[in-house]
């Protein structure tokens, strides 16, 4: 059965009751998509929160122009009152990376930091790059061109297609988008196979919680157990 139990929540510590998607479960659902996707679903009383996963994700962060950890998100609220989904309250734990907890960058915030890194990159070769090495100028300022590129779209991206806080009810009732964490951290070392994950996030007064494996692994499309059993 769906595993609900009290657990403590990163981001302050405080026991708060939990509710964990668990594979085989009546309320949770499990499925491979055709595209590249792998998708866990959780029912709980007015909710409904899918998760979506790309099986290559790990793959994919070195070609990131700042290296993160994304994954897709869709909330469905059913009932008649308000839900506010605070994005800014998701965390992603690194299990075999001594459990180090990752709270989801704020799309405004990771715009900026995208932004000041097209700038600094820009100084460096106008300013220094280009008068240190002329006789290379065409050479860098093609490599700047395509650097800028990468940033410009990823910002289009997020601008786009990134899950922000937001109020469902009614007459608005689902929310989706992708939410990004961050990766450098002096406790997480080389990328191990399979990783494993734990997605937590705020629902009402409980925290639900996605475990996931990348590469996901035959068979094993879930943790059988919290890290601390």
Not at 40 to 47: A, E, K, M, T, V
Not at 214 to 220: D, H, I, V, W
């Amino acid at each position: 059965m769906m595993l609900v139990a009290d657990t403590a929540f990163a981001a302050n510590k405080t026991a708060i009751p939990s509710i964990r998607w668990t594979d085989g479960a009546g309320s949770c659902t499990f499925r491979e998509g055709d595209d590249g996707r792998y998708y866990y679903g959780l029912s709980f009383g007015d909710f409904e929160v899918t998760l979506a996963v790309d099986r290559q994700e790990l793959e994919k962060i070195p070609h990131r122009s700042l290296p993160m950890l994304g994954v897709f998100l869709t909330l469905h609220y059913k009932g008649g009152a308000q839900f506010e989904v605070q994005q800014n309250r998701f965390t992603l734990e690194f299990v075999k990376h001594f459990q180090v907890v990752k709270s989801s960058f704020d799309p405004d915030g990771l715009q900026k930091r995208l932004q000041d890194d097209i700038d600094d990159l820009t100084d460096q070769v106008e300013r220094h790059d280009v008068k240190k090495h002329p006789e290379q100028k065409e050479q860098k300022e093609t490599e700047l061109q395509a650097r800028l590129k990468d940033y410009t779209e990823m910002m289009d991206f997020i601008s786009t297609r990134a899950l922000r806080p937001t109020t469902l009810d009614a007459s608005n009732s689902s929310a989706s988008g992708w939410v990004f964490f961050p990766i450098r951290d002096k406790w997480i070392g080389p990328w191990r196979k399979p990783e494993q994950f734990i997605l937590r996030l705020p629902v009402e007064n409980l925290i639900v919680e996605f475990p996931f494996l990348l590469p996901p692994q035959p068979g094993k499309v879930l943790l059988r157990k919290r890290p601390e059993e």
